[in-house]
């Protein structure tokens, strides 16, 4: 079962565009949220400090043998196009990736085992903080393809009863709105929880 929201805020869609520190300015801290760390995963941005430093979409720049100590001053390659790029070879990514490296050095190991072993230990880390979404988050739409079982909306409109005078403007169920709006508002959603879930 799961429960989504086409009106969140914090997990909203990019549509393309890619969302950055003055997103956070102009939006408020909060919105869109999500989309912006992963657009600025391995960037040495404000927004950045969201995610991390490590992989992500910023650039290795830095000098042969010490691959692993960002050089906070590049931005771009200017001299590799799309062709050049994508003609480096696997091996030649495994010992010196294009993007920011991991923060782990052993990643990059090319003794035995040692960079698998590595990855395996500290998977999660480097997929939270180092590589990117390139989907939607979960909570913003319905999961078809997982197999989940019926999917419920929380912005439908069965599950708020009437809405917040100072909200009218926006009457999308937003990120936390279960626990933020006062009972009396969403109490359908807390009855569809305990029906669903067999807690009676």
């Not at 992989?55 to 050089?71: H, L």
């Not at 990736?97 to 999660?124: C, H, I, V, Y």
């Not at 197999?147 to 439908?156: I, P, S, T």
Request: proline share 2%; charged share 20%; aromatic share 14%.
């Amino acid at each position: 079962m799961q429960f989504y929201s086409n009106g969140e805020d914090v997990l909203a869609k990019s549509y393309g565009t890619e969302y950055t520190t003055l997103n956070i300015v102009t939006d408020g801290v909060g919105s869109n949220a999500w989309i912006t760390q992963e657009h600025q995963k391995g960037k040495n941005t404000t927004a950045s400090a969201l995610s991390g430093e490590e992989g992500g979409w910023g650039f290795n720049c830095a000098t042969p043998g010490s691959w692993w100590r960002i050089d906070y001053l590049c931005t771009r390659f200017d001299s590799f196009d799309s062709a050049t790029a994508f003609a480096i070879t696997d091996q030649d990514l495994l010992e010196r990736p294009f993007f920011n490296p991991f923060l782990r050095d052993n990643l990059f190991s090319t003794e035995g085992t040692e960079g698998s072993d590595e990855a395996a230990l500290f998977k999660g880390h480097t997929l939270a903080y180092g590589v990117p979404a390139l989907s939607h988050a979960a909570g913003i739409e319905k999961l078809v393809q997982f197999g989940l079982g019926e999917a419920f909306d929380m912005n439908a409109e069965g599950f708020k009863k009437g809405w917040l005078a100072e909200r009218s403007e926006n009457e999308s169920w937003r990120h936390s709105d279960a626990k933020n709006i006062a009972y009396r508002y969403v109490y359908n959603l807390y009855d569809t929880w305990v029906q669903q879930g067999g807690l009676r």
